[in-house]
């Protein structure tokens, strides 16, 4: 487990930080909840079209379950999660690879299969990591910012799913730079998912042609679901860890037969 | 199994890519335990690339590898007791000569702390420095300090003094004798033909991915041609004699190239009055280019 320490050692300041950040924003938005929460607010929504509030998931927003669905949990927080994940799973390989610096460490008595799953062990830790912390942050803020309506049960469940949907990303990144060495590549990949996702739960949905894209979005694997709601939905977190699986397996198979770049 | 081979390649062949560029044509090549072995060619030769394959990091397309016995793809265990060097050592620079160090000791296995120490301070060196900080040569000494601080029974060096000053050149062709007085073996590509003559026994030629040649570097500078210049007390003879090749005549003054035994030059010139005789150390690098150039044509 030597390289799996010296992965957390090396990214330790980064991956504090992004914690740090995102439990901030999930935080702050969680502590607006009580200026949200005031007939005001429903009234103002309700004068929106209804397409729009489709495409922003807009709902009755004095409900805990809906306020948090779009702004805790939603809007900002999966997409920096997203990057986080793909930014961490590009260098795992592909990052050091073009640096040259994987050279010498794949010079030592490690196997390349080892050496790489340790390092994605490292991300998935780091995702759970902050996973666990935001969902700590948030239960503790349920009584100061009276949304006690909200169960940690149900907390939990999207936390959890926020976590493999961050996995999710970290193994597309890894797998697609292990599989080239190619830092480019692995970023597009990464992002193109994300863009793509992130539209074909937003804007492809008001498209009827395209509205079976949903089905095949991170992002509603991770919130389609409505896990405030509903709890864990098993059949998405399935999905979210499945593909992640298949990424990995994927870039570490070709990783352990392909020559490295100098 | 005193005399297996520590490192054995058969007709090893590398192609990048498909129907990319051939590296390696055929290489066959067999260094000895205890040898120090020069690995000489010109850029693009396949030096790296056969030094790349034996460190398992990239993988010949045809033909067998023996690293210390094992096949390095099937044994990676067997990079402990190998030391990697490569000419442009890469490091991620956030940590320190320090951190690396000892990361990379316990992936071996262990390294006493007070051998990292000893070579540090032999080689000047601030390990609480961080790598990115530190001018180039500093850091190729982290690499060489890597390379030799666990005392491997094999080191695979790749142009390693590319980066160094001719003091530390020096400091490192000690080294290398060092190694070699244990009874380590070294396997050595190299461009500095100076550190070649010093410490290699034999040394093999590469070109377009095979190799030319391989010659015990005694009888290679039998072979080389030494420059030789003459000072006579009055206008310098024409002469000829066995191996004397390219005189010219500058008034009083002689010069020539000599290869092999001086004999034949020393009886001629004894029919004259000599005031002074020159003779330089052979270079084997005009060896080199001799061959070098031959192949191309």
Known sequence: MRVFWKTVRDNRRGWIGWIVALTAIAAMYASFYPSINKPAMADALNSFPQSLKEAFHLEDYTRPENYFAASVFGLLVPILVAVFAISAGVRAIAGDEEAGTLDLIQAQPVRRISLALQRLL??????????????????????????????????????????????????????????????????AAGAAVAVLGYLANTFFTQIHSLKWTERLSPFDWYLGGEPLKHGVQWGHAGLLAGFALLFAAAGTWRYNRRDITV | MADTPAIRTEALVKRYGRGGTTALTGLDLTVAPGEVFGFLGPNGAGKSTTIRILMDLIRPTSGTVRVLGADPRSAPEIRARIGYLAGEFVANGRQTGRELLTYLADLRGGVPAQQIERLASAWDLDLTKRIGSLSKGNRQKIGVIQAFMHRPPLLILDEPTSGLDPFLQQQFVALVREAAGNGQTVFMSSHVMGEVQQTCDRVGIIRAGSLVTIEHIDDLRKRALRKVEVHFDSDAPTLSAAGVSDVTVDGKVLRCKLSGDADALVKELARHHVVDLISEEPELEELFFTYYRHQEA
């Open chain 1, 122 to 187: 490292a991300i998935v830790t780091a995702m759970a990591v902050l996973a666990g912390v935001m969902c700590l942050a948030v239960i503790a803020l349920r009584g100061p910012a009276g949304f006690t309506a909200l169960s940690p049960g149900r907390l939990f469940a999207i936390c959890l799913q926020l976590a493999l949907f961050g996995m999710l990303f970290a193994a597309l990144a890894y797998g697609v730079g292990a599989w080239t060495g190619r830092r480019v590549l692995a970023i």
